[in-house]
């Protein structure tokens, strides 16, 4: 079997492992006080060309919901695309984490917001209205969940729109790697060069391991954070194992050399599905994930040829590539889609 | 410097990060569907004797507030020892986590509480009453917040006053191995067969690196706890690196052993301090920690002595032994202690 | 100025208020546990024909709000229609008394749930998935927030659904009154015996003052709710003074005479709009509201005219009859907007 | 029987359910945008001399856990008496509406705080610690919970340490009129002017009948207040009846008047008990409660003989006295207790 199921069924970077090793000598404070924390926080602010608050945490769901909680009171409204992993697939997390914040999805291409219906429906909030909650942040999540990602222009045009309204700005960055790769920009570009206040910054979908990470742009929104994520159970005690996963990520562009393979796998597999009839591809290809519909009985066929892959429905189906993925099982993946795409008849027979 | 400051500056031991190295192959399920995962419920069903829900989670005030959430509404009133760790240093998790849960403090000797005073609580409870919430739940900490170690009838004693009012029964072991060292009993006998329905599994003072877990023994208390681990932000979706640290763990008495080797330091020191002037022992030292009364200026003195540790107030100290404290270090450090409580004015100056 | 805008801007029956004034007398005990309190209980197990449990509450939102927490914990999804008054204007007090509850819309005409989409919307729970949350309730708004009315078989046909997955089932009854003098069936048949589990009961826009109250018909959702009430700041000390006021609502039949009245001053305005040319209904005129999609201009000329109402958008007007609206004020509605649609573009002008 | 059990066992001044006769004419814009509430911020502006913001509430539960949940983030430590009505009957009102703020005990006499145990404590959260949560508000109950009075003074002390450590002050004023007129200080010497800086307006133990409120002087404090109201169940739609009670409460001094009447009653008790042997008060007799260590008996024997009263234990008796408490009435209880303190064996047989 082929795995093409998720970001998540694959192994951890190598480096990544060898550098909880790497940090198991001599003694440590807990909780964050560590030296390893420290060297955190300066090789980000490197990276992120700025001063920045990181705060590894155990999920990415923590991640979002913690960074929501930080960027809109438990009457805000949170705005994000209906797509959005916060919507669908948290269990409302930020719900929780932010006491009662309500997420309201707003229209948009790609998983995408669009940035002129954010507008439209924060018209809606006119000032000191109750009745809705407070209109408080907006949530884009980049790559996007149908595997698009958001331009910097696009980025910056729903940052604009939010900001002009008072809201604060949050990116779902499970893939941030996967869309810089692809975008060919610098950290800071695609963040807060771009009107991001605060990210959650993933590594786990990109050969991580146990950890992701927040990362604080905008200061004011970490007042509390420290103290939040403790009593959110999300402060290891032992943090040196977490942070030096995080160093081990970054270190020698080992983050963006990982998503570039992804991608590529992804962009290989779409590349030969190009001109096969009865294939629709739902988005764009611009990161990791491929989401097709196809004909009926096509799912069946090639699930029969040995490829993993998750069903959204019952003609929708979700191919993802991990950094691992060889050249030859993109081809192998492509060859039987477009086999069994030009025969779905048979296929489905 | 030698550190006792706490269970938590230690390094992992290295059994546990290899068993992280060993389960990076090959593809898995995420969320806790993995293989390993599913061995680790047999396991520890193995190990406790009866069927049992285990949930790794990423710390212990995670496991601790989940299990506390799990067993009382948010009406709930928790009942728990002054110093437990859930009322002093958990930054209110369990509030949180529970929607609102109060934690009420119940008097007792060495960090404990009392049965009698649970009893007596318990009788400002009459049923029906609004206005004090619903007394919901009891946490006894294992070993205690002071170093002390319940004996059986003492959990048995305190638990049928519990269930005699309808509430349930967790039991942070954060130091459970420690707990199960001195007593030599199973972990069957420390747990449900004394009444505990629910389990803060630690593993990280004694050992461990990244996660805890949850171990669950009334079946109707991990209704619903999947999902709220998974909003909580504390299902990884690579599970098995989670599952993987807790099977070694365990694995060949692992958790044993590491206890076995931090009690018995820390029994050294004790033994070294007898007949000393001037120190007062807080509580027994049934574990891995030393709580100590001493004169002015003999912290200070101790502490140019090269010996690390915590000042819980002016007078108290207190030194935490690990799984790799020598006999040397056992030794050094009473024979810093008993030279300067000699000679306090001294050490003062 | 003739007042459309909401059923909250109007008087109090006037028997309500005698009531407070003939409750004031004696002492009585507080938070409940009065007489008046007392017949309350008795006098609503009679209306409903079964044993229930009645919480007088401050308003609508506590009564929803408090009532969906006690239907679904707090990972649970609470299905509705997308125009429901709790997913539209109680800024997210569901979410914030259930601990994290979330609302997801389900399709429907009218402002009402389809049974059948229901149905496909809990295809996408299958057992045991944490990511979205459980299923956990659906609440139905009746009357309808666009002023329809479900039929008995309607409410039926969705509690079905609800009931095979396990679902409780909540009525959003703010406009109950209305709807049973609509239906002209019992408060029995319209609840509990259409397999309602729990009703908000409302009084306030139906000419009550100060109070609404829940109606639980499912014991078991009643547990722990009178200390969540208590804490939710909702019992009153003098409790009597609101249980008085929901006595004397349904003291001879006033609640279902009022609704009447309301009803059919609204019933006469659409009765009087028909055959107008260019306004367009959105819903049936089922109970005391009307929303009409009116031409561009018509809504400044009508409200030249002396009338007030809500414009929910640039086109879409909403009138609300009141149990005080007289024939004539109800013609003249009618009148003003018939001349206007006839002169629609004069009316812009 | 004479009803000495609480305050809310007694009726409402008659001017309260006047009032809101007199405003059920005429439509009124819902939700708090009506003319009593206009005219009720101005009054309230009067009469605390400064600009304020009031919320008219349904309960002092919700006015304490409201007012409270403004003043400290969910992470934060609630500083108040151990007797406090919000740690001791409102059923963890303050976590709840706080999202898991904690409640924290702290000495003093006579139900008060002392404002050097609050220093003391506060000495236990050095900045940065996240362990303990954030240190963010004290709650002064004036009166206190056992009938006691902060001066002008210890009101100034307790709110003078908060300050030095950024806590905001809250007081919660269920029996405020009572102790203005004990103090015969204007309402801005005992709230803002001493450091207070949100309270909650009690009216209901005073006369009132359905409403409180809370009245904000510092205003960030109310920053989303309102939503947070709404989103609570709080605001009701037919606001014109809760402000029109509380425009009657403060009318002509009525509120002081009635304060004056109970407090009055309980001085004339507490005098009648002078030089009783046996009687043992608790606290001074400063407001409109009289808490009484009584010998072994005694409460049986004054219960027979016609007087009602609620029993904290076995041998502490709480009396509260209302503003229609005849001086018959007081000299009646007084001789009853002086009798049977006097004989409390033969009571006791």
Chains 1, 2, 3, 4 share one sequence.
């Not at 958001?150 to 604060?168: F, I, N, P, Q, T």
């Not at 590594?203 to 604080?216: E, F, Q, R, S, Y």
């Not at 591809?281 to 699930?303: K, S």
């Amino acid at each position: 079997m082929i795995d093409y199921r998720s970001d998540n069924t694959g192994r951890a970077a190598p480096e990544i492992l060898d550098a909880l090793i790497a940090a198991n000598h001599g003694t440590a404070l807990g909780y964050g006080a560590d030296e390893w924390t420290a060297r955190l926080q300066n090789r980000f602010a490197e990276l992120f060309e700025t001063r920045v608050r990181v705060f590894p945490v155990a999920t990415g769901t923590a991640a979002n919901a913690l960074s929501l909680a930080a960027s809109a009171p438990p009457w805000g409204n949170v705005f994000c695309a209906a797509a959005a992993h916060i919507n669908t697939a948290e269990a409302n997390a930020a719900g929780f984490f932010g006491g009662g914040i309500k997420l309201v999805p707003v229209p948009g291409d790609d998983g995408k917001i669009d940035a002129g219906a954010l507008a439209a429906a924060l018209a809606g909030y006119p000032p000191e209205q109750p009745h809705r909650g407070k209109a408080a942040a907006v949530s884009l999540t980049q790559a996007t969940d149908l595997g698009a990602v958001y331009r910097l222009d696009e980025v910056r045009a729903v940052a604009d729109v939010a900001k002009s309204c008072g809201l604060h700005v949050h990116m779902d960055g499970a893939r941030f790697a996967n869309a810089l790769a692809r975008l060919q920009c610098s950290p800071a570009d695609l963040s807060w060069r771009a009107g991001v206040d605060i990210l959650s910054f993933g590594a786990t979908k990109n050969g991580g391991a146990l950890c992701d990470a927040i990362v604080v742009f905008k200061p004011e929104l970490a007042d509390g954070l420290a103290v939040q994520l403790r009593r959110a159970g999300q402060v290891w005690s032992k943090m040196r194992f977490a942070s030096a996963q995080l160093m081990a990520y970054v270190e020698n562009d080992l983050w963006l050399r990982l998503a570039t393979q992804s991608n590529r796998a992804a962009a290989r597999v779409a590349a030969g599905l190009d001109a096969a009839p009865g294939i629709k591809l739902v988005a764009p290809v611009d990161a990791n994930e491929i989401f097709l519909e196809l004909p009926h009985g096509v799912m069946d066929a090639v699930e029969a040829d040995g490829f993993q892959f998750y069903r959204r429905s019952a003609t929708l189906a979700r191919f993802v590539c991990r950094f691992d993925v060889t050249d030859e099982d993109a081809d192998a993946l492509a060859a039987s889609l477009r086999r069994h795409c030009a025969a779905p008849a048979r296929a489905a027979g």
